[in-house]
C-alpha cells in the first residue's frame, strides 16, 4: 500500500512539454519499494521562469527536464554539473536547500553503457540524429576516446554545428557508409509515430554493422533492434538508456541507490500501459 503524503514528504517533479507517465511510475515504484517518504509528479508550464523559481522556493527536491527546456532552463541555474556543462544541456535539476544543479543524466547512462557493453573506441561509427539526445551520445563517443564518426543528419545546419562542436564529419545521408556502430538517436521506430514500422538505418549496413545502439525506448524492441538481434548482433537498447537514466535521476534526489532487481521491477511497471 503506498504511503500517505503528509507535511515532511519530498517531492520531486518533472518539466516537459508533453508529460508522461513512464517517470512518474519509475520513481514513485521505488520510493515505496525502499520505503521513501517521497512523491514524484509530472508537469508541464508555459512559464519556465516561474516553474524554476517554484522548486527553488517550494524545496522541490528534484526535477526532470526534458524537451524544449533542456537549454532554456540553463540560465535560471546556479550551477552546471560537468555531465551538462560539456554538452549544453540540462535533464535534470537538484535542489539542495535553494541551490539549483544541473546534471544531464543522459550523458552520464550512455557514457556507463558504452563501458558496460564494451564498446571499443575504434570502432568507427554513425550516429543518425542531431537534436539534444544526439548531443549526449556525440559528446558521451567523444569522451569515451571515439575519433572516426559521422553525425547523419539531413539538417545541415543542426548536424554540421553538432559535428563541429563534438568534433566528428556531418554527412547529409548514410551513403556508402558502413560503420561498425550504428547510433539511432531519431524517432524512426517509435511506437505511435509516423515512421513506427521503419528501420533507422538501410538493411544492409545493419548487416555489416557490428553492434546497434538505439536510444528509442518505446517500444523497447524497435524494428532496428529487431532486426539487429535477428542477425545476430549486440544491441544496446532506448529502454537500456530510459532506465539507467532515471536510475541517476533517483540517486541524486535521495543518496540511494536501489538494487538491480527493485531496478528492473520498477522499469518494468514504468512500461505498463
Request: overall charge neutral.
Amino acid at each position: 500500500m503506498p504511503h500517505a503524503i503528509d507535511k515532511d514528504t519530498q517531492l520531486c517533479m518533472s518539466l516537459a512539454g508533453r508529460p508522461g507517465n513512464t517517470g512518474t511510475r519509475f520513481h514513485n515504484h521505488l520510493y515505496e519499494a525502499l520505503g521513501l517518504n517521497y512523491a514524484y509528479k509530472a508537469f508541464t508550464t508555459h512559464d519556465l521562469p516561474a516553474a524554476v523559481g517554484g522548486i527553488r522556493a517550494l524545496g522541490i527536491r528534484g526535477c526532470a527536464i526534458s524537451m524544449p527546456f533542456k537549454e532554456a532552463c540553463i540560465p535560471l541555474l546556479d550551477a552546471l554539473d560537468p555531465s551538462a556543462a560539456v554538452i549544453d544541456s540540462v535533464n535534470t535539476i537538484v535542489n539542495d536547500q535553494g541551490r539549483l544543479t544541473g546534471y544531464n543524466t543522459d550523458f552520464l547512462a550512455i557514457a556507463q553503457l558504452l563501458d558496460s557493453h564494451g564498446v571499443s573506441p575504434g570502432l568507427s561509427f554513425a550516429l543518425h540524429g542531431s537534436g539534444g539526445m544526439a548531443k549526449a551520445v556525440a559528446f558521451a563517443l567523444r569522451q569515451a576516446g571515439f575519433r572516426q564518426g559521422h553525425i547523419v543528419a539531413r539538417n545541415p545546419a543542426a548536424g554540421q554545428a553538432l559535428a563541429q562542436a563534438s568534433g566528428f564529419a556531418w554527412a547529409a545521408e548514410l551513403g556508402e557508409l558502413r560503420p561498425a556502430l550504428l547510433i539511432n538517436v531519431t524517432p524512426i521506430g517509435m511506437a505511435g509515430g509516423p515512421e513506427a514500422q521503419d528501420l533507422a538505418f538501410p538493411a544492409e549496413a545493419i548487416e555489416r554493422a557490428e553492434i546497434v545502439f538505439d536510444v528509442v525506448a518505446l517500444p523497447a524492441e524497435t524494428p532496428l533492434i529487431r532486426h539487429a538481434r535477428a542477425l545476430g548482433k549486440p544491441v544496446i537498447t532506448g529502454a537500456e538508456v530510459a532506465t539507467l537514466q532515471a536510475l541517476e535521476q533517483f540517486v541524486l534526489y535521495t543518496g540511494r541507490r536501489p538494487s538491480p532487481e527493485q531496478v528492473a521491477r520498477a522499469a518494468a511497471y514504468s512500461r505498463q500501459s
